[in-house]
């Protein structure tokens, strides 16, 4: 079972999967009843043990229902997303024909893994109509949908016997400003030993990228309708107002200041809910009232206006505000109340996040002032220093870097001490083993996600304030020319909050001139904004070393590429690749 961020090189042997022949006796070992071998790497042997949890039998036969609930097309009729499936149709139907000659076969699926179209050379007993793990064991549409990255699995990595002589390999599918995958291409094929990348995997990626243009071609115009629907409903004044579609949601500053967040999931539930029934004009909750909105008759989302009552005070969330932490970004707030809320209550609470989004912080400023015992699973020996009953509060960190018996030993408190003050900070990454799955399912009901930096760039301007250290006696505080904000502002921060202060407080400590910072005082990446297209390793190191030494020769591209032993150019093609505008 492979996954791949960036394809690896053609003809190259995968390193990260063992020959078939061994999985293959190894899977026979397992299914007999003994725990896979050392040798199975461990992804796999997680995906073997969550497919008999959840009880998936490896000789189920294909539904005897799947021919009946598709149609000449490979339509499954279940109520897919129509964005999904109009914009994937033509380019899916073009490729059809192409199909039977490469003797593969070509599906969609929706996030919720439903095929809602295939077509192409595989046998009808080897389609599901359902490629959840819960239903089919371990897949490539599952693993692709779970990492967010093209991924490959082939014959014995599969749980089911009619797959053991298929390879298959599936891109995710992002809808426009989302993140969240809204769906699979999958490509499968007869199986491939050794084969790295699956042939087909170019094909299955430039599917999904012409799916995934197809989808902005087909949002755009919907997008705008509900976006126009909304600024009208605003009025141009900052009126409460909210707007929903799908997974999407805008919310006035107005709306802001009035809803929780509890409110606002209560008021998008509502509206759902009238979309669902076609009621224009209902009352909902927050005194609101919803008008539906249509493209080309088309139901594209609905936008609600509040009329609070008069003298209503701006809601707060249940629990103590985090009030000490910079950011008043609509999703910055969103998060940091539900968890203010969700620490109201005696159970644990679990704040997930990239590094350095403030999850410890957020931790320790969620239990009021207290002084918490910090316990950090990256430095080992977990349950040696774990209390067996702890009378005080316990921020357990870095939760994803948990050996497995420091994971049973959280296990077995949260047996004996369902209501413990334990608060844990995960950093998502690679997939986690059965053992911390289970921890992480366990506490998924009480979690808060906080958003990258990047996801809020409207409170830079606020932490810039936070993180900045104290001016010396008689000096002025660290200010920011526009041109310099902007490009902070612009900046992906991959290191988020935690890489913004370093940076800021070592310009602070370094810098000689007075007044406000300017751009060309900034960083050299920072300076320069993210490349304009995903750079490998090896070139965001070549970009970074060019920057730092057109800065060295003060921008004179002659001198920097006879100091770095290239062509003049050579250095100009190499920046407009990177899209580096120095």
């Known amino acids: 079972m492979t996954t791949a961020e960036h394809p690896p090189a053609a003809g190259l042997p995968s390193t990260a999967r063992p020959a078939l022949g061994q999985l293959r006796r190894a899977r026979a070992r397992f299914l007999a009843g ?11 042997a997680a995906a073997w043990r969550r497919a008999r949890f959840y009880g998936v039998r ?67 007993d080897t389609l599901r109509p359902d490629l959840s793990e819960q239903s089919v064991g371990p897949n490539s549409a599952a693993l692709a949908l779970r990492t967010g990255h093209r991924a490959e699995v082939h014959g014995p990595e599969h749980i089911l016997d009619m797959w053991q002589e298929v390879s298959a390999v599936s891109v995710p599918l992002r809808a426009p400003g989302d993140s969240r995958p809204v769906g ?34 087909y949002t755009r115009a919907p997008e705008r309708a509900l976006l126009d629907a909304y600024l009208s409903a605003c009025a141009g004044q900052d009126r409460p107002v909210a707007a929903f579609a799908g997974h999407s949601r805008l919310v006035s500053g107005a709306a802001a200041q009035l809803l929780s967040a509890r409110d606002v999931e209560d008021l998008e539930r509502a509206v759902h809910e009238a979309l669902r029934e076609d009621t224009p004009g209902t009352r909902l909750p927050c005194a609101a009232t919803v008008e539906i909105v249509r493209h080309q008759g088309r139901v594209v989302g609905a936008v609600a206006v509040l009329e609070p009552a008069p003298g209503r005070a701006p809601s707060t969330p249940a629990g103590r505000p985090p009030t000490a932490l910079a950011g008043h970004s609509v999703p910055w707030r969103h998060a940091t109340e539900r968890a203010a809320e969700l620490a109201t209550a005696h159970a644990p609470l679990l704040l997930v996040g990239e590094r350095g989004t403030g999850k410890t912080t957020l931790a320790r400023e969620l239990l009021g002032g207290t002084e918490p015992l910090v316990v950090d699973a990256a430095e080992g020996d977990l349950h040696e220093t774990l209390p067996a009953d702890p009378h005080g509060s316990l921020v357990l960190r870095h939760a994803e870097r948990l050996a497995q018996h420091d994971v049973a030993a959280i296990v077995a408190l949260l047996e004996s001490r369902p209501t413990a003050p334990l608060l844990v900070t995960y950093t998502p990454g690679a997939p986690p083993g059965p053992c911390l799955q289970r921890l992480l399912d366990t506490l998924a009901a009480r979690s808060v996600t906080l958003p990258a930096l990047r996801e809020r760039p409207e409170d830079i301007k606020e932490l810039l304030a936070a993180v900045a250290p104290a001016p010396e006696p008689g000096q002025p505080p660290l200010t920011w020319t526009l041109d310099a904000r902007r490009a902070l502002e612009r900046y992906p921060w991959p290191g988020n909050v935690t890489e913004l202060t370093h940076v800021v407080r070592s310009l602070a400590r370094r810098r000689r001139a007075v007044g406000p910072v300017r751009r060309t005082e900034l960083p050299d990446p920072v300076r320069e904004g993210p490349a304009e297209r995903p750079l490998t390793p090896m070139e965001d190191a070549e970009r970074t070393a060019i920057l730092v030494a057109l800065r060295r020769h003060g921008g004179n591209k002659a001198r920097t590429a006879a100091a770095l032993g290239i062509g003049r150019a050579t250095l100009y093609r190499k920046l407009r690749s990177y899209g580096s505008h120095a």
Not at 82 to 93: H, N, S, T
Not at 194 to 217: I, K, M, N, S, Y
């Open 34 to 44: 003994h725990p896979p071998p050392a040798d199975v790497p461990d992804e796999v």
């Open 58 to 124: 490896p000789d189920a036969a294909a539904d005897s229902a799947t021919d009946a609930a598709t149609d000449s097309a490979g339509l499954a009729p279940q109520s897919p997303d129509p964005a999904l499936l109009e914009a994937a149709r033509p380019v899916l139907e073009r490729l059809a024909p192409v199909l039977v000659h490469e003797r593969a076969t070509l599906l969609l699926t929706d996030a919720r893994l439903r095929v809602l179209w295939s077509a192409g050379h595989a046998p009808r």
């Open 184 to 217: 699979t291409v999958t490509v499968a094929s007869a199986l491939c030993g050794g084969c790295a990348p699956h042939p087909q995997a170019a094909l299955a990626e430039a599917t999904a990228a012409v799916v995934e243009a197809e989808l902005r071609a």
